[in-house]
DNA sequence: AATACCACTTGCAAATATAAAGTGGTTTGT
DNA sequence: ACAAACCACTTTATATTTGCAAGTGGTATT
């Protein structure tokens, strides 16, 4: 049920695993094709994505264009709400970090990018993101 | 799936509407019965309510006691791991605050609190939560 | 002693999420 | 030029989750 609560607005939209997954493959791994993030670890069914992109794009999150050289290729990317989420999953993974065993490839990825200089590092990491929103 | 990503390791937890729900509950409405989570504007029934405070206390983000007047009356309370969550869910609601309408109830006492000055904010608000949780 | 309250649990229908296979177009390789 | 492979999805069928109503075994209140 919807409700007035504004931590409510942001859950209703992506208080979901499978669209945060998405997001943290456009965010940390430079995912931009749909094989892409059908590919990840986690092993996202392509009803599952096909659906969770469709609500992104819906809410804005992400945008979809056509790659220039590939007609039929289609590439996702950031918008700037969508960037605007990195400070949620920077501290998803801190606590993360925190609480699960820290024996994991990723973990430099998100980790090594937030702790060392937290805010600076997120606006290096959002000036990133931005270029390939705009490109 | 199980994947080795720290992020995933968090979603796999809290990735879910209700669950960081029942946290906003605790941590910011200052709620501990049972019926009072029951009694939330997003309406959870039952049946996800007793799940999910049974999933969130197996992995010790919440603590389960019994109220000493009321010998039927179980207090439920944040552990640590559980106000570690803060900084998420002040982040989800300060990107709702910025994409989602502002005319709502809720919004200053999660918005406010976090603000102004977010960090001294963060940790006056930990203390607090610490009280709560070792009294 | 009866009634109300408490934190759940149970049973079941309905809604939702998911995996597996298929589709229609595009590009690649020969 | 033609077949095979690739692309981003749909469709179909099954599995899981959810909401609802009612019930349980206690405890507190009147």
Redesign the pocket.
């Known amino acids: 049920?919807r409700s007035d609560c504004p931590l409510n607005y942001g859950l209703e939209i992506f208080g979901?695993?499978?669209t945060l997954l998405i997001i943290r493959d456009l965010m940390f791994f430079g995912k931009r094709?749909?094989?892409?993030f059908?590919a990840s670890d986690e092993?996202?069914?392509?009803?599952?994505?096909?659906?969770r992109?469709?609500l992104l794009e819906r809410q804005k999150i992400i945008r979809?264009r056509k790659?220039k050289?590939?007609?039929?290729?289609?590439?996702?990317s950031l918008t700037e709400k969508g960037i605007d989420l990195l400070p949620v999953l920077i501290n998803i993974g801190l606590w993360s970090d925190k609480y699960a065993s820290r024996l994991n490839p990723h973990r430099d990825i998100i980790i090594g990018a937030a702790k060392k200089d937290y805010m600076s590092g997120i606006e290096e990491m959002k000036r990133r993101l931005y270029d390939i929103h705009l490109q």
Do not use: C, F, P
């Open positions: 049920m979901d695993k499978w094709y749909y094989n892409e059908l092993g996202i069914s392509t009803t599952v994505l096909a659906d992109l469709s979809k790659d050289e590939h007609k039929q290729r289609i590439v996702y």
